[in-house]
């Protein structure tokens, strides 16, 4: 049985990994800044633990509490949401602080994770599809992603021996929780964006890294 710690539980992409993870028997931690949104998690039989993963500190306290060293895996899902505004009607400051909130939970959740991973596990993050493109006025979000992306792939580059480190890009909205009576069709879900979160995190090495995506089916 898998013990799979996911960060960011109570978004659309985090629940439908929890919820993935649960049927698959796995054991499995719900980790939300907000304990009221995981509470219906909780039916599931998880684990919830409220932690800040902005905060160096609490994610310390939180590797060490979940006993970091034994687990399967670590899946950060943590997401910030992005209004449309055209790149250069952004002040300068707003296009820096987009790009630090898109990294900070991640690179933070690294640094407390990381050094205390077996070898044979993964950490694994989800990445927005824009990274490679451009939508009119996300270009701000398309800057943030594609440095999350350089991150995840220079993390994999230097921990040659550790956790195997790897990045989902989601190359489509997600229709989940907050949206699933409105969303397109054409929309992947969270329960597909789960399932394949869990395949990998099944068998690792079967898949080419340290950047995977993932698109709606044509």
Request: proline letters at 4%; glycine letters at 8%.
């Amino acid at each position: 049985m898998k013990r799979v710690a996911v960060i960011g539980a109570t978004g659309d992409v985090g629940r439908g990994v929890v919820r993935e993870a649960v049927s698959r028997g796995w054991e499995v931690v719900a980790v939300s800044r907000d304990a009221s949104r995981a509470r219906d998690l909780a039916s599931l039989g998880v684990r919830i633990v409220t932690a800040d993963l902005t905060d160096e500190s609490a994610a310390t306290a939180l590797a060490t509490e979940l006993d970091a060293a034994h687990l399967d895996a670590v899946v950060v899902a943590t997401n910030v949401p992005s209004s449309r505004t055209f790149v250069l009607n952004h002040q300068s400051r707003d296009l820096v602080d987009s790009v630090a909130r898109t990294l900070l939970s991640h690179h933070v959740t690294m640094r407390a994770f990381l050094p205390l991973m077996d070898a044979g596990s993964v950490f694994l993050g989800v990445g927005g599809g824009m990274a490679d493109f451009v939508v009119k006025g996300y270009a701000h979000a398309s800057v943030a992603q594609a440095a999350q992306r350089m991150l995840y792939r220079t993390v994999a580059a230097e921990w040659l021996t550790h956790p195997v480190v790897l990045e989902l890009l989601v190359q489509s909205m997600v229709a989940g929780d907050s949206n699933r009576e409105s969303a397109p069709a054409t929309w992947l879900t969270d329960a597909q964006i789960g399932a394949r979160i869990c395949d990998i995190l099944d068998d690792p090495g079967s898949h080419e890294g340290p950047i995977l995506t993932m698109a709606p089916p044509v």
